[in-house]
């Protein structure tokens, strides 16, 4: 099993910035595709973007590209949401998450954080 916690979210003005960390214990994240999904009151949890085990391939929701950036840092066994240009739209709980196969479909994942929230005010 692996254990994810994220943290980094925060309250920010519209147009500004934030780096959502994903931190993992238990399993390397090498083994994992990795996800972050997003979910505002009320609405479905919605894929934002993944980072795909072995060749790292990278993946957005429509909404998010050019703005979010995935990455993983292997040494640190941490996945980033990198995100810029901020939208009052983009507030949610974010939540990262493990699975084995690419995938934008929450159950294509297997393991959850417990999210943290971002919220962009106008």
């Known amino acids: 099993q692996v254990q994810l916690v994220e943290s980094g979210g925060g309250l920010v003005q519209a147009g500004d910035s934030l780096r959502l960390s994903c931190a993992a214990s238990?399993?390397?994240?090498?083994?994992?595709?990795m996800g972050w999904f997003r979910q505002a009151p009320g609405n479905e949890r919605d894929f934002v973007a993944f980072?795909?085990?072995?060749?790292?391939?990278?993946y957005y929701e429509d909404s998010v590209k050019g703005r979010f950036t995935i990455s993983m840092d292997n040494g640190k066994n941490t996945v980033y949401l990198q995100m810029s240009s901020l939208r009052p739209e983009d507030t949610a709980t974010y939540y990262c998450?493990?699975?084995?196969?690419?995938?934008?479909?929450?159950?294509?994942?297997?393991?959850w954080g417990q999210g943290t929230q971002v919220t962009v005010s106008s």
């Open positions: 998450a493990a699975g084995t196969y690419l995938g934008r479909n929450p159950l294509a994942y297997s393991y």
């Open positions: 980072i795909g085990r072995g060749d790292g391939i990278t």
């Open positions: 238990g399993r390397t994240l090498r083994m994992y595709t």
